[in-house]
T-cell receptor, first 114, second 112 residues
Framework: AQSVTQLDSHVSVSEGTPVLLRCNYS??????LFWYVQHPNKGLQLLLK??????LVKGINGFEAEFKKSETSFHLTKPSAHMSDAAEYFC????????????FGSGTRLQVQP | NAGVTQTPKFRILKIGQSMTLQCTQD?????MYWYRQDPGMGLKLIYY???????DKGEVPNGYNVSRSTTEDFPLRLELAAPSQTSVYFC???????????FGPGTRLTVT
């Protein structure tokens, strides 16, 4: 069965400093991996996705993530945080369709200090 | 192209009441999903559908029912509302089963 662990429930950075949100996954197959962002009182928006092509994936708003099979990790990074990046971030794994379509991590709340 | 729309945005129910949460997508997606999000948690799958007339249970289906009579619509029915169903409900759709899902803005439901 697939599962996702987001290692930090809350991360606080200063504006202009790097962002690292950590995600480990467990999967019996070759999974697809996603990062979604949720701004307060909003729906979820896809940041980026990995589907077995390049291991370094670039997403929107300057975010990127690296798929490391040996470490079963898919950490999200951004070189320089912006105030508008403050939101909840979800790491998500997909092993297939239907009930296994998406399994969500519990989320990491990113706080950006001025 | 509105994407995925949900109504209502907010609702307060009394224990034992029933209601239907509406979800419509205009992207001609085959797959549709209902999730609930409890405070501080990720999303949990309630029900999903792979096409009109076909639905199946997700991780937390108890207390809910769905139907899929058209490609566009996927309503979620709550029968005999309970306080444990207080949550934010998201509808989503995707073209194929393991591809990106597009989410609606959510319905915040309180049962008192």
């Amino acid at each position: 069965a697939q599962s996702v662990t987001q290692l930090d429930s809350h991360v606080s950075v200063s504006e202009g400093t790097p962002v690292l949100l950590r995600c480990n996954y467990s999967s019996s197959y070759s999974p697809s991996l996603f990062w979604y962002v949720q701004h307060p009182n909003k729906g979820l928006q896809l940041l980026l996705k990995y589907t077995s092509a390049a291991t370094l994936v670039k997403g929107i708003n300057g975010f990127e993530a690296e798929f490391k099979k040996s470490e079963t990790s898919f950490h999200l990074t951004k070189p320089s945080a912006h105030m508008s990046d403050a939101a909840e971030y979800f790491c998500v794994v997909s092993e297939g369709t239907g009930r296994r379509a998406l399994t969500f991590g519990s989320g990491t709340r990113l706080q950006v200090q001025p | 192209n509105a994407g995925v729309t949900q109504t209502p945005k907010f609702r307060i129910l009394k224990i034992g009441q029933s209601m239907t949460l509406q979800c419509t997508q205009d992207m001609n997606h085959n797959y549709m999903y209902w999730y609930r999000q409890d405070p501080g948690m990720g999303l949990k799958l309630i029900y999903y559908s792979v096409g009109a007339g076909i639905t199946d249970k997700g991780e937390v289906p108890n207390g809910y029912n769905v139907s899929r009579s058209t490609t566009e619509d996927f309503p979620l029915r709550l029968e005999l509302a309970a306080p444990s169903q207080t949550s934010v409900y998201f509808c989503a759709s995707s073209q194929v089963g393991d591809s990106e899902q597009y989410f609606g803005p959510g319905t915040r439901l309180t049962v008192t």
